[in-house]
């Protein structure tokens, strides 16, 4: 059997298991299932789930590739997240359920103003349709030579088909469904990477005893930069940088948030953040080791050859000297990771766009509320299909860099929103909200283009969603008023 039939199989396979959990967990589904799981999720099923939801295709692909030029500096950010999460929990996770809210973004709204929450739900669309469409366009890229193209498919058609397949599993019962499935995609995910690092290490006829030494002797094994606060891998804008991004990524995406929330209590909730990101530490570090390991299986098979990045992964487990399984391990691992994500991502787009843009729960009764969400649903599967294709038409990277640093902007008003809120008892304009909104972010455009002018070559990376923040904050500070008006 050829390659691209082999991948196919394996793809088909992984499919069918999954619709048959999806089918399970979600043939009685009703809008509360979808939206929220209905509040029946066992804190460690939630955990398990967070963590294939957090992984993506392109952190599948990239974080072992990026080891190359990197090192492990990503752990300290890592260790940045699980202080992130552990402020989740404490702050936000307890506030979320006290208000009872079905999207997090109805906080804005009882705080300040529908016009405030719209405009968070928009920030949010807006990331995550374009975040999860570029994520999941990397996954597709990497399919086409070796699956569609053998086969004749034209780009297009793959991605319809497979964006289909996400939209069937996740259709129905949304949150509840996606619970489940994650904790398969969580497995093979994780099994997959043990797998890939015992099957190299085998080929490098490396044993237990011998693997330590190999990695920590390794120049892309370096964890922690202390020396030079100028470079993008200092140790404390790294783990700044990841405490702020977890709290707004995850702590006010409402896609990672639904997960939680989908928990039966606060506490159960609380519990699922904290371990999640604890377990995320281990889970990262088997890919930075995966990444060493591949560097010097390259290094060893294909000295002339120049592999790094993105193109390393496939490369060294699609070699002639590996079995098949070896193959089949990695694009379980890659359909995991990727499929993950982009699901997720639809059920927390149809929720925020029917809850917080539609208002649709207020309005329409069970049945025509279920229809709504089924079509919104439906349209957001067609609109990131769209959007994945564009991207591949214009077959520019950097209209991809482009993408990544969009949510790095549109984090940063979110952030500022919900800290301004939580820290100041003052009202502000609400229609004045989507002004401060925009105008932060080109703000913030503006100085980081010329930090390096402006303050002796100071470089802003990843704490330009902390100034975004601030500067936000400071916006909504401007526009508050002194009275409630009652």
Same mark, same amino acid.
């Given at each position: 059997m050829s390659t691209p039939w082999i991948i196919l199989t394996t793809i088909a396979c992984y499919f069918a298991l999954l619709l048959?959990? %999806?089918w399970i967990r979600g043939r009685k589904a009703d809008n509360a299932a979808f939206f929220t799981g209905g509040r029946g999720s066992s804190w460690g099923m939630a955990t398990l789930a967070m963590i294939g939801a957090t992984i993506s295709g392109v952190t599948f +692909? %990239?974080?072992?590739?990026a080891v190359g030029t990197g090192g492990y500096a990503y752990m300290q950010m890592v260790l940045g997240f699980f202080v992130g999460a552990v402020v989740v929990a404490l702050v936000l996770i307890p506030l979320f359920y006290r208000m009872n809210l079905? %999207?997090?973004?109805?906080?804005?709204?009882? *705080?300040?103003g529908g016009t405030s929450c719209r405009t968070g739900a928009w920030i949010f669309f807006v990331s995550k349709m374009l975040g999860a469409s570029v994520r999941f366009f990397v996954v597709c890229a990497v399919l086409q030579p070796l699956v569609f193209e053998p086969l004749h498919i034209p780009f297009a058609v793959g991605v319809i088909l497979t964006v289909a397949l996400i939209w069937l599993y996740s259709f129905r019962g949304g949150v509840k469904s996606m619970i489940g499935t994650d904790v398969l995609k969580t497995v093979c995910l994780v099994a997959s990477v043990v797998c890939c690092i015992g099957y190299i290490a085998h080929g490098l006829h490396l044993n237990t005893t011998d693997l330590p030494s190999v990695i920590a002797h390794h120049p892309t094994s370096q964890i922690f930069f202390w020396d030079h606060p100028e470079d993008g891998r200092y140790f404390w804008k790294q783990f700044l940088a990841g405490i702020f991004l977890m709290i707004a990524t995850t702590g006010l995406d409402q896609d990672l948030m639904q997960r939680t929330l989908s928990c039966r209590n606060p506490r159960d909730a609380q519990k699922n953040m904290v371990l999640s990101a604890f377990i995320q530490i281990f889970v990262i570090g088997l890919f930075l080791v995966l990444g060493t390991l591949l560097y010097v299986y390259a290094e060893a098979r294909f000295p002339e050859e120049e592999i790094a990045g993105d193109a390393l992964f496939g490369r060294v487990v699609w070699d002639v000297e590996f079995p098949v399984a070896v193959g089949i391990v990695f694009i379980v691992g890659l359909i995991s990771a990727a499929y993950s994500a982009a699901g997720s991502a639809?059920?927390?787009l149809t929720t925020s766009f029917t809850v917080d843009i539609l208002k649709a729960d207020r309005t329409q009764g069970e049945r025509d509320l279920a229809l709504t969400r089924r079509l919104v649903h439906m349209v957001m599967s067609l609109l990131m299909a769209l959007v994945i294709v564009v991207f591949y038409e214009l077959n520019n990277d950097s209209a991809i860099n482009a993408v990544y640093n969009l949510a790095a902007y549109t984090y940063g008003p979110l952030l500022g929103m919900f800290c301004y809120g939580l820290a100041c008892r003052r009202p502000v304009r609400d229609r004045w909200v989507p002004v401060v909104a925009v105008l932060s972010p080109l703000l913030?455009? +503006?100085l980081q283009r010329n930090s390096e002018n402006w303050f002796g070559g100071w470089q802003i990376s990843f704490e330009l969603l902390i100034i975004n923040a601030a500067v936000t904050? +400071?916006?909504l500070a401007f526009i %508050? *008023?002194?009275h409630i008006n009652h």
């Open positions: 048959l959990l %999806s +692909i %990239s974080v072992p590739g079905t %999207s997090i973004y109805g906080y804005l709204e009882q *705080r300040f639809l059920t927390a913030c455009y +503006i904050a +400071i916006g %508050s *008023r002194k």
